[in-house]
């Protein structure tokens, strides 16, 4: 099996073998983990993962916030994630309560913490630790795995995939060929896959790839995703409905995939006369929040950035250079909301009390 519009037998021949040698590595791994069970943690809590196959963003945060919201969900919840290139990657950090929060912290933390500052939030790399101290600390009835696909030293008892639907096909294939980190088979141990940003994808596109799910992993429900505008948050920090956000706007944004962002806002009315990328997890400093207020005021025009990218800026900087937040949230295509749709169909744990058997891994 390919992916869509690409070529079987196409490849590198450079770096083919490297992408050879590296599903093989990784598949080791995870054979190992398999293979000796006593060196994966299994807390008393049920472990619902969301993660991708992908390296890059494919919309896991608006996913984890979207569970943590579901009324039905156990009231009982803490987050596990990485952390990535923070400073307690390789440590530990517990956010919890309203703070203030040492810098450095990382924006899904961030997110996660202000939409939910009772749930514990653990960041470091070794999940099957800070799983551990969650177990010790707080007794969650539920673990939400953030990025958690590829972690194999904690049991998962959900597993929800996420594959963005502007994926190019080309980044279907495994490292350093593509932007897999494991080859599409693994699919089929999802529960779930979730199709993201089918707002930004064409229909032909999303057709595509839901044959290719579909073919890797048969008989694993599918849905699709789709990122809605509910509103806005002001400079000074207060919500105001869509229709009376900003009209002519510099749009910027720190994240892996900037574009759908800035596709959104002609949507809800706005004009953009400019947009500024950085890379994902960006902190901004204040010289570059000063820039972005010159090229804004340059432009007679607004700040207009995303919840992820309004969480790492100062309230006061944020006030000062008149910086507007688009906030959104996923839906299905169909207009269900996410936790819903995945417990008509059966995923969430909590959807019968019980978590759902294994799949293949």
């Not at 963003?57 to 987050?79: C, H, M, N, S, W």
Request: aromatic share 8%.
């Amino acid at each position: 099996m390919t992916s869509p519009c690409h070529p079987a037998g196409w490849s590198d021949p450079f770096l083919q073998p490297v992408a050879e040698l590296y599903g093989r590595v990784v598949e080791l791994e995870r054979r190992f983990f398999a293979a000796l069970p006593f060196l994966v943690a299994q807390p008393a809590a049920t472990v619902v993962s969301v993660g991708n196959l992908s390296v890059g963003g494919t919309g896991k945060t608006p996913i984890l916030l979207e569970l943590l919201a579901d009324p039905e969900r156990p009231p009982a919840a803490a987050v596990l994630s990485r952390g990535y290139r923070s400073a307690w990657e390789r440590g530990f950090y517990l956010l919890r309560g309203p703070g203030p929060h040492p810098a450095g912290v990382t924006d899904e933390a961030l997110q996660v913490n202000a939409a939910f500052p009772h749930v514990p939030v653990l960041l470091g790399k070794n999940r099957a630790h800070t799983a551990t101290m969650a177990g010790k600390w707080f007794q969650p009835q539920v673990l939400l795995l953030d990025d958690g696909f590829q972690y194999r030293r904690l049991r998962h008892d959900v597993d929800l995939v996420l594959w963005d639907a502007t994926t190019d096909p080309a980044a279907a294939r495994l490292l350093p060929l593509g932007r897999l980190r494991e080859p599409p088979r693994r699919l089929a141990a999802a529960h779930a896959l979730l199709l993201t940003r089918c707002e930004t994808a064409t229909p032909a596109q999303i057709a595509s790839w839901r044959r290719f799910l579909a073919e890797w992993a048969p008989g694993v429900p599918q849905l699709e995703v789709m990122t809605v505008p509910t509103g806005w948050i002001d400079p000074a920090g207060h919500p105001a409905p869509l229709d009376q956000g900003p009209r002519q706007v510099v749009a910027f944004a720190a994240l892996a995939h900037p574009a759908p962002f800035f596709a959104l806002l002609p949507k809800v009315g706005c004009q953009v006369v400019e947009t500024r990328a950085f890379r994902d997890h960006h902190v901004f400093d204040g010289r570059e929040l000063d820039e972005l207020g010159r090229q804004a005021a340059a432009r007679h025009a607004t700040l207009a950035c995303t919840d992820k990218d309004r969480v790492k800026i100062d309230a006061e900087a944020a006030r000062r250079l008149g910086v507007w937040t688009l906030l959104t949230r996923p839906r299905t295509v169909a207009g269900e909301e996410v936790p819903a749709a995945l417990r008509r169909l059966g995923v969430l744990p909590w959807a019968k009390g019980r978590p759902p058997s294994h799949r293949p891994t």
